[in-house]
């Protein structure tokens, strides 16, 4: 993402936050010249998932599934 200065004074404390919950480093121009705010650390690559709490089908049925049949019928 690339803003202004000027953007950046507006909504400091939204950009940076931006930044550490996306990952995406935030460029910054001023008199010609770009500056970039990058995160320290990544964001976890899985934080972004959203849980399901939900089996279609009959879960102990999962439990009682043999290796042949889980490895899409192929001979173990």
């Known amino acids: 993402m690339q803003i202004t200065a ?3 004074r507006k909504d400091l404390f ?7 919950e996306t990952g995406i480093p935030l460029e910054i121009t001023r008199k010609g010249h770009t500056l970039r705010v990058i995160s320290d650390e990544p964001p976890h690559r ?3 998932l959203v849980p399901h709490h939900t089996i279609l089908g009959d879960a102990e049925a999962l439990a009682e599934l043999s290796v042949y049949e889980w490895s899409n ?3 173990p």
């Open 46 to 48: 899985l934080k972004n």
């Open 14 to 20: 939204n950009s940076l936050d931006q930044v550490i």
């Open 6 to 8: 000027t953007e950046l």
């Open 73 to 75: 019928n192929t001979q």
